[in-house]
């Protein structure tokens, strides 16, 4: 029982961290438009994300436009729409596996083995999501720093970073947590099932017990000469 909190705590990190990474992967604010140099325009805001540009007025209206072509678009933002995509369906995997092998599930059946097994399994798949989120979040702030600092680019085309990617970096993080967790608590599972089929030798058996006492151990017959 008590590895049942901490498996909990697992789980529902991973739920978080799932529900972050879908919110990154939707959310247009991963590169946002920066007010350096004689780029003074402030009433409107330029949201550039992976699918779609909105643009916000000072009046509060915000307009959005999907990306017209597939084919047209820049190879970054293609690896970065495939990894989040990856990452989010990773991470709602784990969940699923990480509930099937949860203690109280008939999934797995009794065995505990086979749940801690698929705990472990939970855990794995949420790194990876978290390594999924993370490469192209890290990808995508490196190229928004060096164009920032680039005097080659104009000021009206340089970028700050957005909202998405400080979401996509807390969800890498809790992603990484949760898996951590429950891998964790599949290895204690599995040492604790370990120790109860193989038993220390001298620590097990009626007969261990009694010649730890100083009784004889039964069935057997002393001689005195």
């Keep these: 029982m008590a590895l049942y909190p901490l498996q909990i705590a697992g789980l529902v990190l991973g739920l978080l961290g799932a529900a972050g990474a879908l919110g990154a992967t939707l959310l247009p604010q991963w590169r946002v438009s920066a007010f350096v140099g004689n780029n003074i325009i402030v009433f409107e805001r330029l949201w550039e994300g992976l699918w779609m540009t909105c643009v916000r007025q000072a009046t509060a209206t915000l307009q959005c436009k999907l990306y017209g072509s597939l084919l047209a678009l820049p190879p970054v933002l293609e690896a970065a729409r495939a990894l989040m995509c990856v990452a989010v369906a990773l991470a709602l995997l784990a969940l699923l596996v990480g509930v099937c092998g949860a203690k109280g599930a008939q999934c797995a059946g009794s065995s505990e083995r086979a749940k801690a097994r698929l705990l472990g399994t939970s855990g794995v798949l949420f790194a990876l999501a978290g390594v999924s989120v993370l490469i ?75 010649r730890r006492n100083g009784v004889p151990a039964r069935g057997t017959s002393t001689s005195y000469v």
């Design 136 to 210: 192209p979040v890290c990808w995508t702030a490196n190229i928004i720093i060096r164009d920032f600092h680039n005097p080659a680019v104009h000021p009206a085309r340089k970028r700050e970073l957005g909202a998405a990617l400080f979401l996509g970096w807390a969800s890498a993080a809790v992603l990484f947590l949760g898996g951590g967790l429950l891998c964790g608590v599949c290895c204690c599972r599995a040492r604790k099932e370990r120790r109860r089929r193989y038993p220390a030798p001298g620590h097990c058996g009626p007969h261990a017990r009694e």
